[in-house]
C-alpha cells in the first residue's frame, strides 16, 4: 500500500475491520520503544565523549554523533514497511573509492546524513514521548476499562483510573462498554498519528528530486561509468566480430575458393563444410547482434522478450508481467537489461533454486522486482554489475534499490517513469 493509499484510507467506514489500524499501533508501539532505546544510547554515548574529551580520546566520539542518525534512519526505514507496502530506499549514495575515509568523507557531505541526523533529534526529543502519551492513554486507558469485570472478580471495590469506584459488576459491564467505545474512537486519532509519522519519516529519511547538487554529481558520475561501459562494449563487440565472424568468414571465403579450384566429391565436401561455417558465422552474428538489442523486444514487446530471457536462464524463473499496452523505447530496453543481468547473477552468485520476475505498470511508472531464493550478500560494490545497472536505470530518471542480506533472500526493485521517457510528438 502506498502512502496516499493509506491516509485514503482513513476515510473508510471499514477502517476499524481493516489491518491497517493493527499495523498502525504497532507502528507506534515499536517506535516508541526505539526512541526510548535510541535516546539512552545517545545520552550514554555523548556523557561518555564529554567525559573521555578531557583525555582527548572522547573527541572522536563527540565528532562520531554526527554520524548517529545513519543507523537509525536505517531502521526506520525498515519500520515503515509496517505502515505501507512502498519501498524506502537509501538517499546515500556508493562511495567513488573504497575505505573508511572515503565513506567519512562522502557521508559528512551528503544533506541526507544531516536529515537523518535531525529525525533522529526529533524522534528522541518530541515524537517518541508525544507517541508514549497517546498510546497510553489511546490503547492502555480503553483497555483497563475493558478489563473491569475480570478485575472485579479478584477485588470487592475497582478503582478506575482513580476516578470510579465500581462495586457490582453491571457497573463493571458499563465500564467495560464505555472502553469498547472508547478504543474504536481512538483508532481514527492514533491511525492518523502513525501515517504522519510515517510520512515525516519518509520525507526526510529516502531521497528526494529536489537535491540539484547532489543529484548532478551523481548524475555525472554515472554518466562517466556509462561512457567506459560503452567504450568497453564497444571494444567487446570489435573483438567478437573480429575472432568470431571474421574468422569464420575468411574460412568460408577460403573453402570456397578451394571449392571453385576442386572437383567432384572433394568440391563437394567443401561446399558443404563451407555451408556449415556459414551458418555458425550467421549464429555468432544473431547472437551478437542479439546482445545489443534483442529484435524479439521490438517486435513483441517486454512480457514476451521477458519470457525468453526466463526461458534461456538455468534457474527456473516464474515470469508475473502484465502490461496493456506497449512502454516506451527507452523504458522497455532498460528493464530488458537489467533482468538480463540480475539473472544472470542469480546464475553465477546467489546458489538459488527458484526466482520470480514481476512487472506492474501504475501511476505512470514501471516497477520490476527480481526475487530469489539464494544466500544473499550482493554488494554493488563487489564487482557483479549492480553498480552498472544502477548508472543504466539512472540514465532514465529511474531508480534501483536491492535487499539482500547475508542468508537471503535477495530483492532487486527498479522503478522508471514512463511519461518523462515517452517520446515527443
Not at 536491492?402 to 515527443?424: F, M, Y
Request: glycine residues 8%; neutral net charge.
Amino acid at each position: 500500500m502506498r502512502p496516499r493509499q493509506s491516509w485514503q484510507a482513513l476515510t473508510r467506514r471499514d477502517l476499524i475491520l481493516s489491518s491497517l489500524p493493527w499495523r498502525a499501533m504497532a507502528y507506534l508501539v515499536t517506535g516508541v520503544g526505539v526512541g526510548a532505546i535510541v535516546l539512552v544510547v545517545f545520552l550514554g554515548f555523548l556523557f561518555t565523549g564529554a567525559v573521555m574529551t578531557l583525555l582527548l580520546v572522547g573527541i572522536p566520539m563527540v565528532v562520531a554523533l554526527g554520524l548517529g542518525g545513519v543507523p537509525v534512519a536505517a531502521l526506520e526505514r525498515k519500520r515503515l514497511r509496517i505502515i505501507d507496502g512502498a519501498p524506502a530506499g537509501t538517499p546515500h549514495r556508493v562511495p567513488g573509492q573504497p575505505g573508511l575515509r572515503a565513506w567519512l568523507e562522502l557521508r559528512y557531505k551528503e544533506q541526507a546524513t544531516w536529515r537523518e541526523l535531525a529525525y533522529t533529534g526529533l524522534l528522541i526529543m518530541v515524537l517518541w514521548p508525544i507517541e508514549l502519551a497517546i498510546v497510553v492513554y489511546g490503547l492502555v486507558v480503553p483497555i483497563a476499562m475493558i478489563c473491569t469485570p475480570l478485575a472485579l472478580s479478584e477485588a470487592d471495590v475497582i478503582n478506575v483510573l482513580k476516578v470510579w469506584h465500581v462495586e457490582t459488576y453491571p457497573k463493571a459491564f458499563f465500564v467495560a462498554a464505555v472502553g469498547v467505545v472508547t478504543l474504536v474512537l481512538a483508532v481514527y486519532p492514533l491511525t492518523a498519528l502513525a501515517m504522519a509519522h510515517a510520512t515525516l519519516a519518509r520525507f526526510l529519511l529516502t531521497p528526494r528530486d529536489d537535491e540539484p547538487g547532489e543529484r548532478l554529481a551523481e548524475l555525472t558520475r554515472s554518466r562517466t561509468r556509462l561512457v567506459e561501459a560503452f567504450e568497453a562494449e564497444r571494444r567487446r563487440i570489435e573483438r567478437d566480430l573480429h575472432d568470431g565472424a571474421q574468422q569464420r568468414l575468411v574460412s568460408l571465403t577460403m573453402m570456397l575458393g578451394l571449392a571453385k579450384m576442386s572437383r567432384g566429391e572433394e568440391a563437394t565436401e567443401l561446399v558443404d563444410e563451407a555451408h556449415r561455417q556459414a551458418k555458425l558465422a550467421l549464429a555468432e552474428i544473431r547472437d551478437l547482434i542479439g546482445g545489443i538489442h534483442p529484435r524479439i523486444l521490438t517486435d513483441r514487446g517486454l512480457p514476451t522478450a521477458l519470457a525468453e530471457v526466463a526461458d534461456r536462464s538455468p534457474v527456473p524463473v516464474e515470469v508475473s508481467v502484465d502490461f496493456s499496452e506497449r512502454l516506451p523505447a527507452p523504458v522497455e530496453s532498460v528493464a530488458y537489461f537489467v533482468v538480463c543481468e540480475a539473472l544472470a547473477n542469480v546464475a553465477k552468485h546467489s546458489k538459488a533454486r527458484h526466482a520470480t520476475v514481476e512487472g506492474r505498470f501504475e501511476d505512470g511508472m514501471l516497477a520490476v522486482e527480481i526475487r530469489d531464493d539464494g544466500v544473499g550478500g550482493a554488494d554493488a560494490s563487489a564487482g557483479t554489475g549492480l553498480a552498472g545497472l544502477a548508472d543504466r536505470v539512472s540514465v532514465v530518471d529511474g531508480k534501483l534499490m536491492l535487499s539482500s542480506p547475508a542468508g537471503g533472500p535477495t530483492l532487486l526493485r527498479v522503478e522508471i517513469p514512463c511519461a518523462s521517457n515517452a517520446p515527443s510528438r
